[in-house]
Antibody
């Protein structure tokens, strides 16, 4: 199993960014996938999750990101996405994609700063 | 949402000693869906325990999880030098899933 995040970088407050997570080594379409973030020097924070399409494909979000972040998936590309809009300085963090709690990517750093 | 409180914040022990880390939930964790992770500096978290007491694949048997309802414990029976890290609990029984704030295990 491999999960590889990409798309992080420096963005100004109010801006947008889309993260990707490419997956391999398992049946992507059957998996529920989650985004977790970690601000510099801080603990882990659950961001949100998307179910498999066979389980409805629905999403859930943590309160701090609800209405600003959108999780989606492209099962034809084995790729998970996190669209982040209206970014705030407090969104600065390493963003991880995870599957089944046991499999984690290496993370991608998002820095929101003017 | 379920708030998880871990204690102590920092635990200072020596190799060979036994460690007991606590995770207390603000309400009962559904189906005891409680996980424990270890995280070292600059690395992604590693799953140790799921379902409160089941060891993840490849995790040494010196790591054990116990508890139910609102009180959970991660026990490391004999500390090895590589065990000194930060440990997090997570509940995934209700949405949103939540993490505890972490316990740092120090030499």
């Amino acid at each position: 199993v491999q999960l590889v995040e990409s798309g992080g970088g420096l963005v100004k407050p109010g801006g947008s960014l889309r993260l990707s997570c490419g997956a391999s080594g398992f049946t992507f379409s059957n998996a529920w996938l989650t985004w977790v973030r970690q601000a510099p020097g801080k603990g882990l924070e659950w961001v949100g999750r998307i179910k498999s399409k066979t389980d409805g494909g629905t999403t859930d979000y943590a309160a701090p990101v609800k209405g600003r972040f959108t999780i989606s998936r492209d099962d034809s590309k084995d790729t998970l996405y996190l669209q982040m809009n209206s970014l705030k300085t407090e969104d600065t963090a390493v963003y991880y994609c995870t599957m089944s709690r046991a499999y984690w990517g290496q993370g991608t750093l998002v820095t929101v700063s003017s | 949402e379920v708030v998880l409180t871990q204690s102590p914040g920092t635990l200072s022990l020596s190799p060979g000693e036994r460690a007991a880390l606590s995770c207390r939930a603000s309400q009962s964790v559904s189906s005891n869906y409680l996980a424990w992770y270890q995280q070292k500096l600059g690395q992604a978290p590693r799953l140790l325990i799921y379902g409160a007491s089941s060891r993840a694949t490849g995790i040494p048997d010196r790591f054990s999880g116990s508890g139910s309802g609102t009180d959970f414990t991660l026990t490391i029976s004999r500390l090895e030098p590589e065990d000194f890290a930060v440990y997090y609990c997570q509940q995934y029984g209700s949405s949103p899933s939540t993490f505890g704030q972490g316990t740092k295990l120090d030499i």
